[in-house]
């Protein structure tokens, strides 16, 4: 049984939540590491890891710089992992893998073994001025308010928990 490298950056903590109840439906062995945290903690040697889940907030079209970072200077040994992606945020599943092919390396994009949006939240407490105001103009006006979706978290689970069996 392989394991699993669950590693994220998160900018309200939507992301590190879906992290978490991503983590709670593995039955494999699993490691979290947030991306985001300051100061960062001694990075994880990938080599003790067959699967590496990445997964980012997304904002504004662009995945968190850290995790872009992350895939740039890790490239070469991402690029030979079981690749799983997940990202959070209030665009679509289309749009969002749109952006991430612009903006993530080609090599580590082409081993995705699946990607998936698990939805978002929008944390207003957790945001700066201007996008509070923006963001809740928007709350204002629609019809369903976002929020992770437990299924695809559910799922992704499942798919990461056969994957070499």
Do not use: W
Not at 66 to 81: D, P, R, W
Not at 135 to 148: N, R
């Amino acid at each position: 049984m392989g394991k699993v490298l669950i590693a994220y950056a998160t900018k309200t903590g939507t992301t590190a939540d879906a992290a978490a109840m991503l983590a709670k439906q593995l039955t494999k062995p699993f490691n979290l590491y947030d991306l985001s945290k300051k100061p960062r903690a001694a990075e994880p040697d990938l080599r003790a890891y067959d699967t590496v889940v990445l997964g980012t907030g997304m904002y504004c079209g662009r995945p968190r710089r850290e995790l872009a970072a992350f895939c740039l200077e890790n490239e070469a040994l991402l690029s030979g992992k079981t690749l799983y992606l997940f990202t959070c945020g209030i665009g679509s599943e289309q749009e969002e893998i749109g952006y991430l092919r612009k903006e993530l390396p080609a090599s580590v994009m082409e081993h995705i073994t699946l990607y998936r949006h698990l939805g978002g939240e929008i944390r207003l407490d957790r945001l700066g001025l201007l996008a509070r105001f923006g963001l809740g103009q928007y709350l204002k006006h629609c019809e369903v308010k976002p929020a992770l979706n437990g299924e695809v978290i559910k799922a992704l689970g499942v798919a990461i928990n056969q994957e070499g069996e």
